[in-house]
């Protein structure tokens, strides 16, 4: 009858992009103080808040250094591992859509997949592999069975079309008697 502990309960993690938001929002709330603290001008601060918000480019640079600091003790050893990949931003502009695009492996397997395949069927319907051979004899097979059905079926009704001209042949010459 015990309850558990305080220790499985769910964790609630910020996202980076609320990380940079609150970030942003804490230096806009200091330069706004520092703006209040030089004298609360009216005229004078708004050409400040022009200024800053024409250098927030700046600002921008600035939070991409923030990002790139290292922590405790990687800013003091240089680490040269090959098989890091440093992840590297690119911008919209700098984007080449049109260039040939490299396929996974997995990709290019299922497209060499699909091209036998197309292969194997042009090749099946010309006749040329040992299934469509078998297939074809086969074939062959039950059309001569059905044409000798066909011809057996035939003569069978033949004969009883002969049978019974014959029966009334009979009744025929037996009536003009």
Do not use: C, F
Not at 110 to 129: C, D, V
């Amino acid at each position: 009858g015990r309850k558990g502990g305080h220790k499985g309960r769910a964790r609630q993690y910020t996202s980076p992009e609320e990380i940079d938001a609150q970030l942003q929002a804490e230096k806009q709330k200091a330069r706004e103080e520092e703006e209040q603290e030089e004298g609360g001008e009216g005229a004078a601060g708004d050409p400040k808040k022009e200024k800053k918000s024409l250098d927030s480019d700046e600002s921008d640079e600035d939070d991409e250094d923030y990002q790139q600091k290292r922590k405790g003790v990687e800013g003091l050893i240089d680490i040269e591992n090959p098989n890091r990949v440093i992840q590297t931003t690119k911008k919209v502009t700098q984007l080449d859509l049109d260039g040939p695009k490299e396929l996974s492996r997995r990709e290019r397997e299922e497209i060499e997949k699909q091209k036998a395949k197309e292969r194997y069927m042009k090749m099946h319907l010309a006749g040329k592999t040992e299934q469509a051979k078998a297939d074809l004899a086969r074939l062959a097979i039950i059309r001569k069975q059905r044409e000798e059905a066909a011809r057996k079926k035939e003569e069978e009704r033949k004969a009883k079309d002969e049978a019974a001209m014959a029966g009334k042949r009979l009744q025929s010459l037996s009536l003009n008697k």
